[in-house]
């Protein structure tokens, strides 16, 4: 058994020790050397398409920018001449005055339309009697931050009642949730909510007759 085993690995070791060895050797040791060098072709390839389509945003918005400022240049005097900044304010102010107006005259039905379903769910709990109260609390907190808003800044004599229309976001912000508080925020959040926006309808009223007075 052991001439067997010589006579079987010395052409083996003989083999190891001729060319075949040596390119074996180079493999093993070429093979992760071509991996690294083709990922670090990868990433220089990636990198230099990276910097050309930043290269060509760049020169996109310079010839948008160059053509623009041509044809400012090309266009006639009565072009230049029109007053475009004010026009675009007086068309922001007409968007601003077309949703006021619309909002004034659908605030009032979907208040009426939710504080009568909200009011239908406390009867149903049997709390309906607790309604006046948190009405009254959020009427009290719309004239706290009415008052907290005049005070922090000069909107007395604004033309758009800013302050209010914030009072009355964040009041909204605070009722639309209703059907998902809990058991007890069901009951007086919404309310509240109702309170604050009743009140600061009231505010608006009489801000508009003061402006037109």
Known sequence: MALRT?????????????GSSKTDIFTLFSKPNRVIATRGRNISVSINMAARQSDDSRKI???????????????P????RFPWNRTFENFIQLIIDLTLAVVKYLSVPLLAVSSLSEMSYCAHERKLFLVPFWLLVGSAVAGILKETA????????????????S???FFTLL??????????????????ANGGLLRTLWFAFLWYRAKRA
């Open 77 to 80: 005097q009565p072009i230049k």
């Open 175 to 192: 009722k639309l949730p209703g059907p998902y508080y809990p058991y007890w925020g069901r009951i007086f959040i919404p309310h509240v």
């Open 150 to 165: 005049l005070e922090l800044s000069s909107l007395q004599d604004a033309e758009v009642p800013w302050h209010l229309i």
């Open 167 to 169: 009072i009355a976001v």
């Open 6 to 18: 010589e006579s079987i690995c010395r052409p083996r070791l003989k083999d190891w020790s001729h």
């Open 61 to 75: 918005n310079f010839d948008v920018k160059e053509q623009a400022r041509q044809f400012w240049d090309n266009s």
